[in-house]
């Protein structure tokens, strides 16, 4: 009986060990700390005004928890809240974190992967289990596909799942190698309950934890002298599953399967193209994992979809291999068990994301956790390969951690602004609309407007049907004053699929309001507010309608409404400005700008605005010096 777990041991080989999984990694994302917020980052963080907290208030927390848009990430969404709460939008902030959450798990990968090669089953298969651990940890850290799991803000939901998921297994391991009369081992089963808890606050794919622990106590636990402990055993899994698909049933509903099927309308596949398609997902992730050259890896596929076994032909071949490799799972158990529960592993961990639920068919960041015991094996195996020659397999190890690590960093490089990465996208996945219409959105946001509108044209003529491209480009169009075609794709939009309708009536009040028909402008801004209360931001465009319509006092009862419920954009202050300087209220207005020019210093009409009522208020030199700062900003480019 093993009283001491295992990774308590070789001190100084851990701290090596802490200090190269730092260092290269580090090294490895250096470039990535100012990627921009780009795609579900968006909708999660930028425009979830949930997690914009200002303190770390249990009230403020609560309410992130509560409002955020997928609440079971309840989690994740706070951690986003903190990252705010610290530095607002700022994303260097946001990267450090994602990088952290990324070396833990690869910490723990490292102490997983020691405390798997040193139990009893596995003695006579590695005879440096230490050094096998560290370059399996190593290998899986700066492998380039995990770059869409880091680099990528939002899928720290896939990080810290994966984070808890392995501690809760890890837990669950020393608890169970421990002798029964340790007081650790409650301890332990009590962090493996409450990692698995964390896990699924973070990201519901971590609902597979209790199939991973029964099958990592039925690979390598379960020997002679601890089969006494098994009712106990299973008991307890029992229990787990039951906790786990109970919250799944109440957050799906009393009829889960139906409420599943139910997303396939809003898609592009039905339910048994999807099961045809993903088998070919499958064999291209392990494809990536063997040669993740930059050129193929995407943030965004245009991944074919398979309508029937042979069309397209690849479709039956995969199957066929995946038939294969699930059939390799039972066959490898005596001759291989590491390589056996590496397969076991990969595949369980994708059942959820890679089965009947109505995802969209591809994303990198989903083999994050799937693929860590590959790394395992496939470090033991480079061991064995290099059994009598250690030498020669830490040059090769690090030879290969330094070409992964260097593919990274070109990665990265992808990753530097919004247009580059969606460049990348239309140039790998030219049929995939969404990649012009980001690339699209991407440059209308640096005022590349009529390259932004070309993108959008592009993305209608390979799909008509999206809405969120027609809206994009009335919001390009409305940038450069052609209110008439703005109105004109809005409309359009109303009328296609996945638009967020609310989005869309606020645009158009504000194109309207441009226009001057201010009663057009409030009717869509309040229609805005009818199909989403939180759309603040109709408020402003209301209260801006009654200050052009020379109502400041009305102008001002809108914006102390949108105040108290939280809006804090820079729009609100400096329009509420506008309208407190009509009313010869001057000290209130340059609070009001002040403030909105903490929220955006290079904001040019706030400055502007603020020298005005300084001249307005008799502060002549302050008034002069502001309005130079101000036309100083609008020469220079960011």
């Not at 296609?496 to 028909?517: D, P, Q």
Request: with cysteine; net charge positive.
């Amino acid at each position: 009986m093993i009283t001491t777990p295992p990774i308590f041991s070789t001190s100084r080989f851990h701290c090596l060990a802490l200090g190269l999984i730092v260092i290269i990694t580090v090294l490895a994302y250096s470039n990535s700390f100012h990627s921009p917020l780009t795609f579900d980052d968006f909708p999660n963080i930028v425009d979830n005004r949930y997690i914009k907290i200002k303190n770390l208030s249990l009230t403020s927390l609560a309410d992130t928890v509560q409002k955020s848009p997928m609440p079971l990430r309840k989690l994740a969404y706070v951690s986003f809240a903190i990252n705010h709460a610290f530095h607002g939008l700022d994303v260097v902030g946001f990267h450090a974190v994602n990088l952290a959450i990324h070396i833990a798990t690869g910490l723990t990968l490292y102490l997983l992967a020691l405390t798997t090669l040193n139990l009893p089953i596995m003695t006579n298969s590695c005879r440096r289990p230490a050094e096998v651990a560290l370059a399996a940890a190593l290998l899986w850290l700066v492998h380039p596909v995990q770059t869409n799991a880091v680099t990528y803000i939002v899928q720290r939901m896939t990080s810290m799942a994966a984070l808890f998921t392995l501690i809760s297994l890890l837990c669950y391991i020393h608890a169970r190698l421990l002798a029964k009369e340790n007081n650790r081992r409650f301890i332990f089963f009590s962090g493996t309950l409450l990692a698995a808890i964390l896990a699924l606050l973070s990201k519901e794919n971590s609902a597979m934890l209790p199939l991973l622990i029964l099958g990592y106590e039925l690979f390598f636990l379960q020997t002679p002298e601890r089969r006494q402990h098994t009712k106990k055993i299973w008991l307890a899994i029992g229990l787990s599953a039951t906790v786990f698909f109970l919250i799944a049933w109440i957050y799906l509903g009393s009829n889960p399967f139906n409420a599943m099927l139910a997303g396939y309308e809003s898609r592009d596949f039905t339910l048994l193209e999807r099961l045809l398609t993903e088998p070919r997902v499958i064999i291209h992730y392990l494809t990536l994992l063997l040669l993740p050259l930059p050129g193929r890896l995407n943030i965004s596929y245009d991944f074919p979809i398979s309508h029937s076994l042979f069309t397209p032909p690849q479709t039956i071949l995969a199957i066929l291999a995946l038939a294969g490799l699930i059939a390799a799972i039972p066959l490898l158990y005596k001759r291989s068990r590491l390589i056996s529960f590496a397969l076991f592993w990969f595949l369980a961990n994708l059942i959820i994301e890679s089965s009947i639920v109505p995802l969209e068919i591809i994303f990198e960041h989903r083999i994050y956790l799937p693929s860590m015991f590959l790394f395992i094996a496939a470090a033991l195996g480079l061991a064995h390969l290099t059994d009598r020659r250690p030498g020669l397999f830490r040059v090769a190890t690090f030879c290969l951690i330094g070409l992964l690590a260097i593919g990274t960093w070109i990665r990265n490089n992808d990753w530097h602004t919004e247009i580059s990465l969606w460049t990348d996208v239309t140039q790998k996945s030219p049929n995939l609309p969404r990649g012009y219409n980001n690339l699209g959105k991407a440059e209308s946001s640096q005022g590349k407007i009529q390259s932004a509108i070309q993108n959008f044209q592009k993305a209608i003529s390979l799909d008509p049907r999206i809405g969120y491209t027609y809206f994009n480009m009335g919001v390009a169009y409305d940038l450069i004053n052609k209110q008439p075609e703005a109105l004109a794709a809005f409309s359009t939009a109303l009328g296609k699929k996945e638009v967020y309708f609310a989005k869309v009536h606020n645009s158009l009040g504000i194109t309207y309001r441009k226009m001057g028909n201010f009663q057009k402008a409030m009717q869509e801004a309040r229609i805005a507010l009818q199909i989403d209360p939180d759309m603040l931001e109709s408020l402003v465009t209301i209260g801006i309608c009654y200050e052009s319509m020379g109502q400041p006092t009305k102008a001002i009862a809108i914006f102390e409404q949108a105040a108290a419920k939280d809006l804090d954009s820079v729009d609100l202050y400096n329009s509420w400005a506008i309208s407190l300087t009509t009313l010869g209220m001057f000290d209130q207005a340059i609070s009001k700008l002040k403030h909105a020019l903490t929220l955006m210093p290079r904001h040019f009409e706030s400055n502007y605005n603020l020298g005005v009522v300084y001249s307005q208020k008799g502060m002549i030199a302050e008034a002069e010096q502001q309005i130079a700062h101000a036309l100083s900003l609008k020469n220079t480019p960011e």
